[in-house]
């Protein structure tokens, strides 16, 4: 299984990004999607999930009506649309698959490397 996340980079504050993850060596449309981040000297949070049927979405306070998650199960690919960018913001960005639609990184199973949003005030 590898899930290969990109997309991310430097913006000024109240700019967007999107984040695409990649997945393969998995039944994509079986699979909870999910996206963290941790910035330096913090834990790993959670932003946002989907269930495997792209139906029902969660997300993080800090970030509820600024990103959107989706996902192309066609295309075995999941989405994080970024907007009204923060410098709070800034971190690695992980996307992560599971079998349980839940907040905790723990019952995820599988975690791309991470790509990096850096919002400059």
């Known amino acids: 299984v590898q899930l290969q996340a990109s997309g991310g980079g430097l913006v000024q504050a109240g700019g967007s990004l999107r984040l695409s993850c990649a997945a393969s060596?998995?039944?994509?449309?079986?699979?909870?999607m999910g996206w963290f981040r941790q910035a330096p000297g913090k834990e790993r949070e959670f932003v946002a999930r989907?269930?495997?049927?792209?139906?029902?979405?969660t997300y993080a306070d800090s970030v509820k009506g600024r990103f959107t998650i989706s996902k192309d199960n066609a295309e075995n690919t999941v989405y994080l649309q970024m907007t009204s960018l923060k410098p709070e913001d800034t971190a690695l960005y992980y996307c992560?698959?599971?079998?349980?639609?839940?907040?905790?990184?723990?019952?995820?199973?599988?975690w791309g490397q991470g790509t990096q949003v850096t919002v400059s005030s």
């Open positions: 060596g998995l039944t994509f449309d079986r699979y909870v």
């Open positions: 992560a698959a599971g079998r349980v639609y839940t907040e905790a990184a723990t019952f995820y199973d599988y």
């Open positions: 989907i269930r495997w049927s792209g139906t029902s979405t």
